[in-house]
């Protein structure tokens, strides 16, 4: 019998099997097959990131952790520059990237409140607001759901850092302001000035520390 006929049925399995894969122009003649990819690639990983996260906040050795770079931040946040009146630039944003990378959005989150309101009290700078309190919950939490348990990439820290930009510095903080000064809710021309240059400088630094404790705390925190 000749070889060829014999190997004639493996091609054709092959050939069925690589039909079967999931691929995004497979997928996009079928909602259901895309609904179904879609939950088992982004939707489920990221609901036990967050199941893994809300762990985190339980024990004893991640909230240490958190609190010491919670103190960091409170540190690094007396190298605040005041550029304009309501303009600051800082650097407390590291250690609330790292802390939700090693320990999600919750405990990150949790660490930015007590920050904020530590950071008032050793520094103040204005009437105290809930707003910004909140602000700093939803950077440490947009910096966990970004980078928690998942491959540092310049990419992802661009992604995070420039959702921290959209939502808090571009969205809400204009707002509080209007609530607390009554200033019209518009974006200045200094703050967005500030924001497209700070933007890639923040990335850097903070991929740059974040891959520094990928290849140095991660592997101690396994080893635990």
Known sequence: MNKNARRRPRRARR???????????????????KEVFCMQKFVQP??????????????????????MLAALAV?????????GPMLEIGVSFLAVGVSGFLYGP???GLAGVVIDILGYFLRPNGDFFFGFVLNE???????????????VT??????ACLTAVLVLN??????????????????????????????PVDTGLLY?????????????????
């Open 15 to 33: 050939c069925r099997a690589r039909r079967t894969r999931p691929s995004a122009f497979f997928l996009c003649g079928n909602t259901r097959k």
């Open 46 to 67: 990221f609901f036990a990131r967050m199941r893994a996260s809300a762990r985190e906040v339980r024990r004893i050795s991640s909230m240490t952790g958190a609190a």
């Open 75 to 83: 540190v690094l946040d007396r190298f605040t520059w005041q550029v």
């Open 106 to 108: 919750w405990l990150a």
């Open 137 to 151: 919950f939803l950077l440490g939490f947009i910096y966990g759901c970004w980078l928690y348990r998942r491959r």
């Open 154 to 159: 310049l990419a992802r820290t661009f992604c």
């Open 170 to 199: 571009l969205c809400l903080t204009p707002l509080w302001l209007h609530i607390m000064y009554g200033n019209a809710f518009v974006l200045s021309a200094g703050r967005l000035l500030k924001n497209i240059v700070k933007l």
């Open 208 to 224: 740059a520390l974040l891959r520094l404790a990928e290849t140095r705390l991660v592997p101690q925190l396994r080893r635990r």
